[in-house]
């Protein structure tokens, strides 16, 4: 296992008063990527070189206890700092990181509840990034507000708090006293966006070039879902990567490629021509190979039944999915799942 040992600087600051300060709190089985993003540009941000210095922004890595916090990578961060030694009201952000298992940021020990909700009813901003929104909606903290998150766990989300509203079309979502992230390399537009607020545009934007980010997206930003070296003009591009993001808004639904091309506003004909020039197959067959993918994810990444994951793909027959399954992968999803180790869920 490998061990990266983060040091807190905020002690050694420069600037008495910073114009933002960030708590940082990664669950068990955290994802890096995000992780690094946020961190790494809240450091390329606080200082007028590159020496790591937290003058205009701070930030504190805090965990339960002391310990080596394995992340889903097995790249474990030093945590030396505890929730039992700071003060909230000395921090604006709360950001918590969430694991690669959505069901176990719910049923974490009930001190993570009390600290969120003790954030709150002190006034400080409580930011979920990826899968830390299940920990965030478990203690009640998302009750009337919206939040950003991850398609892969899209339906999962809709059917553990059916009450919460969820954007499946923005990568980070800014509602008032929270904030959610869907995780991955939008964790580093959020920082920017935070950035941003307290410390100016052009502070935010610093370092973006040293991280070889082109520019910081917007929110709402699309993402590209189609290879840019496709030879197709800008309108089948503009049907096709609108059709493919409502496919995954809808991968539980019954809806059929029928009425997605009317969402479109163009003929289904048109729509399967344009997928066959982009893909080489129809938007049903691509449409069916996405869910195919998503359900050998989630058989690998959590230990949800059969059934309850056919749910998920839109598909009520679970014979019938088992058979196309074995089909597509050359065996039963079962099988795959007796074939590896998986992880808790």
Not at 65 to 89: F, K, M, N, R, Y
Request: aromatic share 8%.
């Amino acid at each position: 296992m490998s061990h990266l040992t983060i040091e807190n600087a905020a002690s050694n600051s420069q600037v008495s008063a910073p114009d933002v300060r960030f708590l940082l709190l990664p669950l068990p089985e955290f994802s890096m990527l995000p992780f690094g993003g946020f961190i790494d540009k809240l450091r390329l941000s606080a200082d007028e070189e590159d020496y790591s210095q937290q003058q205009y922004c701070t930030w504190q890595i805090i965990g339960v206890e002391p310990c080596h916090l394995v992340s889903s990578s097995g790249v474990a961060v030093e945590v030396t700092t505890t929730i039992a030694e700071i003060e909230l009201t000395d921090y604006d952000y709360l950001v918590v990181f969430g694991g690669r298992s959505a069901r176990s940021c719910q049923e974490l020990p009930k001190q993570y509840q009390d600290l969120l909700r003790l954030g709150s009813a002190q006034g400080v901003t409580l930011v979920s990034i990826d899968n830390a929104c299940f920990l965030f909606a478990a203690a009640g903290l998302l009750n009337h507000h919206s939040v950003a998150v991850h398609w892969r766990h899209v339906q999962e989300f809709r059917t553990a708090f059916p009450r919460i509203d969820i954007r499946t079309d923005q990568l980070f979502c800014i509602d008032g006293k929270r904030i959610s992230c869907a995780g991955g390399s939008a964790a580093i537009d959020l920082a920017v966006e935070l950035l941003s607020r307290h410390c100016g545009r052009t502070r935010a934007l610093k370092g973006l070039a040293d991280m070889l980010v082109d520019e910081a997206r917007e929110q709402r930003h699309q993402l590209k879902s189609l290879d840019a070296n496709i030879q197709i003009n800008n309108m089948v591009r503009r049907h096709v990567g609108r059709a493919i993001s409502l496919m995954r808004q809808l991968l539980a639904s019954s809806d059929t490629v029928d009425e997605l091309a009317n969402r479109l506003a163009i003929s289904r004909r048109q729509l399967d021509r344009q997928f066959k020039d982009c893909f080489g197959q129809t938007a049903r067959e691509y449409w069916a190979e996405m869910r195919l993918q998503h359900l050998y994810w989630r058989l690998v990444n959590s230990d949800h039944s059969l059934s309850f994951l056919a749910d998920e793909v839109g598909i009520a027959d679970v014979s019938y999915l088992c058979k196309v399954f074995r089909k597509r992968f050359g065996k039963s999803p079962n099988s795959l799942r007796k074939s590896i180790i998986l992880p808790i869920d």
